[in-house]
Each structure stands twice: as structure tokens, then as C-alpha cells.
């Protein structure tokens, strides 16, 4: 059975290496998951912030279709009015700022999504690097505690050959 421990000490290790280097495969396959899905987070973002771009645009169309209406309507033409292409102007600036304020948000969104995707890539490097360096580790503890285990002998052997006599002192003084 002795000669056997360093063995089982070895298997031990190695069967410990490889859990090791298995979960950070997993652990890095999780992150490239959560990599993937946080990009499509961020193309998502780009794609709701040009959407609600549009709507914005339509409305402006809209809101300027209605105030042309409704100028004519009071029988003015709206051409020669200096107070209808100021409610034109100012209609234009408030969609504008309302564009620019959709699109940051849009930018900010997928930046963050961006951001997310590259924390994952790194996380699931980090876990490769991370498990390698376990199973060496487990490795070498191994080694180690079986090369100690192997090399290990009685204690009271090691005196029998120096002459020291057990109890007696040296059996050359004696």
C-alpha cells in the first residue's frame, strides 16, 4: 500500500489539473456567451436610438404639416409671415435637440454594451490563464507530496549505521 500513495498522490493531482483547466473552459465559453450577447445589447442600442430617430423626424414633418394647415386655414399665406417661419425655426431646433439627446442615448447604450462584451473577454482569457496555472499548480503539489512521500524513511533506520547506540550513546566510547 505505500508504494501505491505516491501513485494515488499523482492521479490526485492530475485529476485536479484537469478539473481545473475543464472549468476554466467552461468559464471562458460562458463569457464568450455573455461577450456575444453583450454586443448584440450594443447593435440593438444603435438600431432602437436610429428608430426613435425617425419617429422623431416624422413627428417634426407632421407638426410642420400641421402648422402650414392650420395657417392656411386662417387664410394667411405662411411664406410672407415672419412669425410662422418662426414657429417653423423653432419647432426644427426643439427636434433637433430631441435627435441629438435620442442618438447620445443611443451611443451611451451601446458603449456600455460595448464595454460589458469586452469585460467578458477578458474574464474568459483570465479563466483560461487562471485554470492553466491551477493544474500546474495541482501538478506540482503532487509531485511535490508524492516525491516527499516517496522519499520518506524511519527515522530511527537513519541512526542504526552511524554507530549511535540506542540509549547507550556512542558504542565506540563505550
Not at 10 to 21: D, K, Y
Not at 65 to 81: E, H, I, M, R, Y
Not at 88 to 108: F, H, P, Y
Amino acid at each position: 500500500m505505500a508504494a501505491a500513495a505516491p501513485f494515488i498522490m499523482m492521479a490526485a493531482a492530475a485529476v485536479g489539473a484537469v478539473a481545473a483547466i475543464k472549468q476554466g473552459e467552461f468559464s471562458a465559453a460562458a463569457a464568450e456567451r455573455e461577450r456575444i450577447a453583450a454586443e448584440e445589447q450594443a447593435k440593438l442600442a444603435k438600431i432602437q436610438a436610429a428608430q426613435q430617430e425617425a419617429i422623431r423626424l416624422e413627428q417634426l414633418r407632421k407638426t410642420k404639416g400641421q402648422q402650414l394647415a392650420a395657417a392656411a386655414a386662417l387664410g394667411f399665406d405662411p411664406t410672407q409671415t415672419r412669425s410662422f417661419y418662426a414657429i417653423q425655426t423653432e419647432s426644427e431646433r426643439i427636434a433637433g435637440k430631441d435627435i441629438m439627446n435620442i442618438r447620445l442615448m443611443g451611443l451611451v447604450g451601446a458603449r456600455r454594451f460595448s464595454l460589458t462584451a469586452d469585460a467578458a473577454k477578458v474574464a474568459g482569457e483570465g479563466a483560461v490563464v487562471g485554470s492553466r496555472l491551477s493544474a500546474v499548480g495541482s501538478l506540482l503539489n503532487g509531485a511535490s507530496s508524492s516525491a516527499l512521500k516517496v522519499g520518506k524513511t524511519n527515522y530511527g533506520d537513519q541512526f542504526s549505521d552511524t554507530g549511535y547506540e540506542s540509549g547507550g550513546g556512542y558504542s565506540d566510547f563505550n
